[in-house]
């Protein structure tokens, strides 16, 4: 297939860079043409008829490769497979590289499991003071509020807990957690993904958490603008308007995710006051590329989404397929230095195995020192003299 025929088919990433990266193109219907657009549009609609099993998935992409169609079949019992229809719409059938396909197609190869991975590779269970709030660093803590999302991503650091369809009861404990110890200033509200929550539940949790005074911050992490941007509303945005500061981080990992449809959900939120932030997952074949990751950040600015971390991707059991080395991370980063917007480049952060924390990566410039002068290098790669005072 040409890509004049099908906006999302890459052929080589120069073609994609000048066709669709930096497009906001809308997703097209594609087998979903007899759809009413009230169904379409109605978010519960998408979650209702979200393709979780094999056949469903032959149905829409009946070239998927003997890998896939094996991932499929593990997935199944496993972590689930889900993909809204409109998130379907972004997939190139044709194309078995397609970075969204990566992303929410299960492989085979999520068998493979490698001596150092874990099903909890960041090691949080040591850290779960009550169920589902995890309290990891000294001043914020994380609430898990449900268990499922609209799709389910393959590299999911939480994915031994999500996939069940739980929506946990953030009652009493977790909030007495967070009234005991007044040390907590920041919330993030994740799960599985807050905003699949009704919108009364949501804003009841929200509620709760703005009583206890000294909790400051309250964040959401939500990827709903991405895989479901049919929820947001501007009604929906405007509720939580209230809660301010409040803030929201998305993740996105390429740019074939910013279509019309999310631009506009997360329109809704930053015009309700919402600073926006996104997370991103270093991902082979996805973005491990520094024209696609420079396409990514700029469309997210144009989204007014600013980048903030870009994760390297958790030694999570059955991910090696997804893996690339902690260098090409860091090259990114220094290819984007000097060469755009200095806050279109997110920071390269490591989770590290077993409870270790994030931690940056930073590239290194420091080169050595001479007498009163260190050594540099510039983001041109001269390494010049600069005064140490
Ligand atoms: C990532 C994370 C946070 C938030 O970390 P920031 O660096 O402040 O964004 C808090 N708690 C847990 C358990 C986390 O994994």
Redesign the pocket.
């Known amino acids: 297939m040409k890509v004049k025929d099908n906006p999302n088919a890459i052929e080589t990433v120069d073609e994609l860079l000048c066709h669709s990266l930096k497009r906001f193109s809308s997703s097209g219907r594609g087998v979903w043409a007899n759809v009413a657009d009230s169904d379409w549009n109605d978010w519960r609609w998408q979650m209702r008829n979200r393709i979780t099993t094999e056949s469903g998935i032959r149905k829409i992409f009946p070239n998927l490769t003997e890998s896939e169609l094996g991932g499929v079949l593990i997935a199944t019992q496993r972590f689930s497979m889900a993909l809204t229809p409109y998130l379907t719409t972004l997939i190139d059938g044709q194309n078995s590289s397609c970075p969204l396909r990566i992303q929410f197609i299960p492989r085979k190869e999520e068998s493979v499991v490698s001596q150092q991975e874990s099903h909890d590779p ?1 090691g ?1 269970e040591p850290y779960t003071v009550a169920p589902n709030l ?1 309290h ?2 000294p001043d ?3 609430l898990l509020a449900l268990s499922h999302c609209p799709a389910y991503c393959r590299y999911c650091t939480r994915g031994r807990l999500v996939s069940q369809n739980h929506v946990y009861q953030i009652g009493k404990e977790q909030l007495d957690y967070i009234k005991e110890h007044t040390e907590i200033r920041d919330v ?1 509200v994740s799960g599985g993904d807050p905003f699949l929550l009704p919108e009364k539940r949501l804003v009841s949790i929200l509620k709760e958490l703005r009583k206890i005074p000294h909790v400051e911050i309250i964040r959401i992490g939500t990827r709903v603008p991405i895989t479901l941007p049919q929820r947001v509303s501007k009604s929906f945005a405007e509720a939580l308007r209230p809660f301010s500061p409040l803030f929201i981080n998305i993740q996105t990992n390429h740019p074939l995710e910013l279509t019309v449809e999310s631009k506009q959900a997360l329109g809704y939120l930053a015009d309700a006051g919402i600073p926006l932030g996104n997370q991103s997952v270093l991902l082979k074949g996805v973005n491990d590329d520094v024209s696609v990751m420079a396409a990514l950040v700029h469309k997210l600015l144009m989204c007014r989404v600013r980048p903030y971390y870009l994760y390297q991707c958790d030694m999570l059991s059955g991910t090696s397929h997804l893996r690339v080395p902690i260098e090409r991370g860091v090259q990114i980063i220094r290819s984007l230095r000097g060469n755009t917007t200095g806050f279109a480049i997110p920071e390269f952060v490591v989770d590290i195995p077993n409870g270790g924390g ?1 931690t940056p990566i930073p590239p290194v410039y420091v080169m050595g020192e001479k007498e009163k002068h260190l050594l540099i290098q510039n983001f041109e790669g001269k390494v010049v003299l600069c005064p140490k005072q």
């Open positions: 960041c949080e995890i990891r660093y914020r803590v994380l993030l994030k």
